[in-house]
């Protein structure tokens, strides 16, 4: 068995994993890097709208507690008060260095970092480049951590985080190149691995987001927070199928793009929730006037919250007056009665939007209407960690970004994923060095060995099988199922009776994936890579079913249409999911942290 | 629905590889990428393929469709001819790792050997910088590049010359570019890119310009000033001229 050894271990290269490996280098301990993909191709990379942070460049009224108040508010003040916080003071010292690596956002006529507005934020925050902010921020710490003498594992996959003498002490994983298992010990491993996509049919997610992160931290003996709140992004493409959930950026609504259904009325203005009201326009021409700036002027519909916007389009679809392929309509080529350059404006605000529509869809939208649809994009929920160290229950086990949960509450705010990864992805990098450095780890043990066993035994099972013959199933066809039945079951709008179906058909395809086998050998196999994942898919798909069938209210991006209204009880409550002892998975019911009085003001002063 | 057939590479490191041949259904807007899963899921489910974003922007998915570096996920179906098989294969100026997928690893450690960004002192007190709009445009396009390294799979000296250890590639010379051309960088590369990475070698035969999936004009806008201020600073006949007075 190859063993590589390195103080703090980092599992994932997205924004987060990059962030909190340079952190950690800083420090000076030995860093690894551990990515399924090549370096720079994590989810990140998709990442368009931009960056949130209270830089204050385009309206100086803007500031942290703002910020601060909008995360709160759009998480239903369900959020970690302590994380909303850190996260708002600390996003604009995150971008500025950025900049001090390379990075080249667009600019402000006054030569400073230009920001635009987004659903949810009061004032314009988000510091972007046209709408490949992700490319850029994962570029640009890619270009500087490879030069940290970080030792970066390119296309590994880790299976099992070993723990030892009650703390972590590090993991188990295989190659995709040729299949070869390795040992990383570590003194600390920071958990970066985004998302839980995949388990979904329309997501905006690639096949890496197969919830690892959580269900290591789960099997390791970690809690899982929040997992009911899953966030389906309003506008996904929808036509043609194969780029079914492809995001289309949010941005295209904060440049002035309009919602609009088969009758051509915009819909958005029909239902506007009473949090919101006071802050939304009152007509169309003064939603026009809040994109081009005027300060004066409120939001327009559009960008009100994520969860909202998707359930307006659901609305109008299931009532008859979708777009012909099962969508909506999103106008951006309206602003030509605007602008006198409206092409050229466009191309140069959305450049991939333009590209990705023209290129995949043969649609021009500088002159024609795309139609799009909610698609799963984001999980709220993730490891139960500190919220200033970022680590869990399990000591030296840390957790930053997407697999992280207790950030954004019941819904996040578009812009508030790329701020999270700098200032907890940071965070974590930091403690994780400060603890290997306090706790360096022992010789190995033989209950280490004994789970690497189990690790290896587990990992070759599948491949293993395609000689037993008889009934095996296989991976892709497992996936597929669970896909289907999450979408219809476990989906943007929720009931009972489809929560607890949907919970039993995740644990009867849990027992026939443990029959699943796979052609061919351990070289390069996604056939084999797909089935290491299942287990992984599967329990997070079971946490978020028994979650959602728990929680009888809806809030945030959890609609139940049985319990279509907020319920103070459950405002007061978080749902956690652990491994229990009899090895069954249990929730149990736990106060939301309240505010400190500072905070609770300021969240009142901005109500 | 139509039924398309695709003649795709199969092979490993160190065996011979050959064409196989598969057959699937093909639905309307499906691009090469959607026919290779398909086809994954249905009959080859140890089919190796390289993919992440599936919209262009992470450039994973490159190969050679009908014998034309492309992203798989940015080739559609019907603007392939229909009467003929696609052929699928692996880029061919890397190593064959399995299948379709190559060994990029190269092109990693190139990058580490450029120079990293540098930034002059901050312009304010509050450490940030003013930069103007017209002059990071440039900069901006170069930063586009998603790293699929189609570029360097055409590149003839690369994929025909082998100079891997001479030369580092378009790719790398957009990035260098980037890096000069940033407004706030101070570091000076152009000794490393004429002696270390060649950038002597390219003679402009725009190849790479051409297959660029996010159509930087690699060979106009970043190759060729790169070329330009190398000769400004170690060709120039009355700089030589100091250089001999001077005894340097």
């Known amino acids: ?607 | 629905m139509a039924s398309r057939t695709f003649r795709i590479w199969r092979g490993e490191q160190d065996g011979d590889g050959q064409f196989a041949e598969y057959t699937t259904d093909i639905t309307e807007g499906m691009v090469v990428l959607d026919a290779v899963h398909q086809i994954q899921a249905e009959s080859a489910g140890d089919l190796a393929v390289r993919w992440n974003c599936k919209a262009g922007k992470c450039g994973s998915c490159s190969a050679e469709v009908n014998g034309n570096p492309r992203l798989m996920c940015m080739t559609r179906m019907s603007d392939l001819p229909e009467d003929l098989p696609v052929t699928i294969e692996p880029m061919r100026t890397f190593p064959l790792l399995k299948d379709l997928v190559t060994d990029v690893s190269w092109n990693f450690e190139v990058k580490k050997r450029i120079r990293k960004f540098k930034p002059r002192a901050p312009d304010a007190e509050d450490g940030t910088w003013r930069m103007d709009q017209r002059d990071v445009d440039r900069v901006q396009e170069f930063r586009k590049c998603i790293e699929c390294f189609l570029c360097q799979d055409v590149c003839h000296v690369l994929r025909d010359s082998h100079k891997h250890d001479e030369f580092v590639g378009p790719r790398f010379f957009v990035h260098a570019a980037a890096l000069e051309m940033h407004p706030l960088d101070t570091e000076d590369r152009l000794e490393e890119l004429k002696e270390a990475q060649g950038v002597g070698y390219c003679n402009i035969t725009k190849c790479c310009t051409k297959v660029c999936p996010e159509h930087i004009t690699i060979t106009d806008n970043a190759i060729i000033p790169l070329k330009e201020r190398v000769v400004d600073r170690f060709y120039d006949p009355v700089r030589n001229l100091f250089r001999i007075i001077g005894g340097r």
Request: aromatic share 6%; charged share 25%; proline share 3%.
């Open chain 1, 1 to 607: 068995m190859q063993v590589a050894e390195h103080d703090v271990l980092v599992i994932g290269a997205g924004g987060a994993g990059l962030r909190a490996a340079i952190e950690a280098s800083a420090a000076g301990v030995s860093v690894g890097l551990v990515t399924k993909s090549l370096l720079g191709k994590a989810h990140t990379v998709m990442a368009e709208g931009g960056i949130a942070a209270a830089l204050a460049n385009v309206d100086g009224r803007d500031d942290w507690r703002t910020h601060f108040a909008d995360t709160m508010r759009g998480g239903q003040y369900v959020n970690n008060p302590t994380m909303a916080e850190l996260h708002a003071r600390e996003a604009p010292d995150r971008v500025r260095e950025l900049e001090a690596w390379g990075a080249v956002f667009d600019r402000t006529n006054d030569q400073k970092i230009l920001q635009r507005n987004f659903g949810g934020h009061k004032y314009p925050r988000l510091a972007h480049v046209g709408d490949r902010t992700g490319l850029e921020m994962i570029r640009t710490l890619q270009d500087h951590g490879i030069h940290l003498g970080i030792d970066v594992h390119m296309e590994w996959t880790v299976t099992r985080l070993i723990v030892d003498g009650g703390r972590v002490v590090g993991a188990f994983g295989y190659d995709r190149e040729k299949g070869r298992f390795q040992v990383f010990r570590a003194a600390a491993v920071v958990l970066a691995t985004g998302g839980i996509g995949r388990a979904y049919r329309v997501t905006s997610n690639s096949w890496e987001y197969t919830g690892d992160g959580h269900a290591l931290a789960y099997e390791a003996g970690a809690e899982l927070i929040d997992m009911e709140y899953v966030q389906f992004h309003p506008t996904g493409m929808v036509w043609p199928p194969s780029v079914r959930g492809i995001l289309v950026t949010e941005g295209v609504r904060g440049e002035g793009g309009v919602l609009r259904n088969s009758e051509g009325q915009r819909f958005m203005f029909d239902d506007i929730p009473d949090l919101y009201k006071g802050s939304t326009a009152g007509d169309p021409e003064e939603g026009w006037r809040y994109t081009q700036g005027d300060k004066e002027a409120r939001r327009p519909p559009e960008l009100l919250t994520r969860d909202h916007v998707a359930r307006c389009i659901v609305r109008e679809i299931k009532e008859g007056r979708g777009s012909p392929h099962g969508g909506v309509f999103l106008d951006i080529a309206w602003i030509k009665e605007k602008l006198k350059d409206s092409e050229a404006h466009i191309r140069r605000k959305l450049p991939s939007m333009y590209h990705q529509f023209k290129e995949l869809a043969g649609i021009d939208i500088t002159s024609e209407a795309m139609e799009v649809g909610p698609t799963i994009h984001y999980v709220m929920g993730g490891v139960k960690v500190d919220g200033e160290t970022q680590m869990s229950r399990v000591p030296g086990l840390f957790a930053a970004g997407e697999c992280a949960g207790g950030l954004h509450g019941a819904n996040r705010l578009g812009g508030n994923s790329l701020s999270d990864l700098l200032v907890f992805g940071k965070r974590a990098g930091e403690h994780a060095a400060r603890f290997a450095g306090a706790n360096p780890r022992g010789g190995a043990s033989g209950s280490e060995d004994e789970q690497v066993e189990a690790a290896t035994r587990d990992a070759l099972a599948p491949l293993e099988r395609q000689d037993g013959g008889g009934d095996g199933v296989g991976s892709y066809a497992i996936q597929s199922e669970l896909q289907d039945l999450m979408q219809a079951k476990v989906g943007i709008v929720r009931s009972q009776a489809e929560l607890e179906s949907g919970l039993e058909d995740v644990l009867a395809l849990k027992e026939r994936s443990r029959n699943v086998s796979v052609a061919g050998n351990r070289a390069y196999n996604p056939g084999w890579h797909t089935a290491l994942d299942l287990p992984n898919l599967l329990l997070v798909s079971e946490a978020v079913a028994r979650a959602a069938a728990l929680r009888k209210e809806s809030r945030g991006a959890h609609f139940r249409e049985d319990h279509t209204a907020k319920d103070e009880r459950w405002g007061r409550t978080t749902l956690v999911v652990r491994k229990g002892a009899d090895g069954e998975m249990e929730i149990e019911e736990e106060a939301v942290t309240p505010p400190r009085e500072e905070l609770q003001q300021i969240i009142e002063e901005n109500r």
